[in-house]
């Protein structure tokens, strides 16, 4: 098991293309743990921001009836890949991790099965 700043530090030495990862509670906003980012990219920006993402589509969900859980949500933007894993299990309940991805260096596929590993690992 890892700790959440073990396991952001895997998730991008791990992942080819890895820019930036952090794990946020979805409830509040609030990024639990960081790593990576830029002053042009301000990561706990980037977390919050991606808060009202997950809500949203979980409201869409709730609306349309569907009894089912996400494993996952991508952003394709034109140089990266923005990558949302929502942990399941109890002490995951709330949580996401968030992978910034160099679109031009990753293999989407091995990072979000890499991504689902270092979630395994994580203890909250």
Same mark, same amino acid.
């Given at each position: 098991?890892?700790?959440?700043?073990?396991?952001?530090?895997?998730?991008?030495?791990?992942?080819?293309?890895?820019?930036a990862a952090a794990l946020v509670d979805y409830t509040s906003g609030m990024a639990l743990g960081t790593i990576g980012g830029t002053k042009d990219?301000?990561?706990?920006?980037?977390?919050?921001?991606?808060? %009202?993402?997950? =809500? /949203?589509? $979980?409201?869409?969900?709730? !609306?349309?009836?569907? @009894?089912? #859980?996400? *494993?996952?949500?991508?952003?394709?933007?034109?140089?990266?890949?923005?990558?949302?894993?929502?942990?399941?299990?109890?002490?995951?309940?709330?949580?996401?991790?968030?992978?910034?991805? %160099?679109?031009? =260096? /990753?293999? $989407?596929?091995?990072?979000? !099965?890499?991504?689902? @590993?270092? #979630?395994? *690992?994580?203890?909250?």
């Amino acid at each position: 098991m890892a700790n959440t700043e073990a396991a952001l530090k895997d998730a991008v030495t791990s992942i080819e293309g890895a820019a930036a990862a952090a794990l946020v509670d979805y409830t509040s906003g609030m990024a639990l743990g960081t790593i990576g980012g830029t002053k042009d990219f301000d990561l706990e920006v980037a977390a919050a921001g991606n808060t %009202d993402v997950v =809500r /949203a589509k $979980l409201r869409t969900m709730e !609306h349309l009836g569907l @009894k089912d #859980e996400i *494993e996952d949500i991508l952003i394709t933007l034109g140089t990266q890949y923005h990558l949302i894993r929502l942990l399941s299990g109890r002490s995951g309940n709330g949580l996401f991790l968030y992978l910034v991805l %160099d679109k031009s =260096r /990753a293999n $989407l596929a091995m990072a979000r !099965h890499q991504l689902k @590993k270092v #979630e395994a *690992e994580l203890e909250v």
